[in-house]
């Protein structure tokens, strides 16, 4: 059963940095993608960046490329995502996800998801 938990998230003034870390068990993860999605009050979940558990593809959302990185530690199995020069718009609970991009389908794999506060 893969598990994700996800910590590091916070209060933090714009223009900041917050580095948020998502440790996954439970499985080998050599055939999963990994990714950070995000919630805001009052609006749906949207996808914020996503890495290939083997090699090192990545994806971004319009909206933080170029401000978030996200990386792994495969050794540790750990997923990372730096974000920089926060925004009050960035606010919102972040969630770590997983798929078995073998079996194809959505992300089915969901931490508990930790908040992030940017205040202006």
């Known amino acids: 059963q893969v598990q994700l938990v996800e910590s590091g998230g916070g209060l933090v003034q714009a223009g900041g940095s917050l580095r948020l870390s998502c440790a996954a068990s439970g499985h080998t993860f050599s055939s999963y993608s990994m990714a950070w999605f995000r919630r805001a009050p009052g609006k749906e979940r949207e996808f914020v960046a996503a890495i290939s558990w083997i090699g090192a593809d990545t994806d971004y959302a319009n909206s933080v490329k170029g401000r978030f990185t996200i990386s792994k530690d495969n050794g540790k199995k750990m997923v990372y995502l730096q974000m920089n020069s926060l925004k009050p718009e960035d606010t919102a609970v972040y969630y770590c996800?997983?798929?078995?991009?073998?079996?194809?389908?959505?992300?089915?794999?969901w931490g508990q998801g930790t908040q992030v506060t940017v205040s202006s």
């Open positions: 996800a997983a798929r078995n991009v073998r079996i194809g389908g959505d992300y089915g794999y």
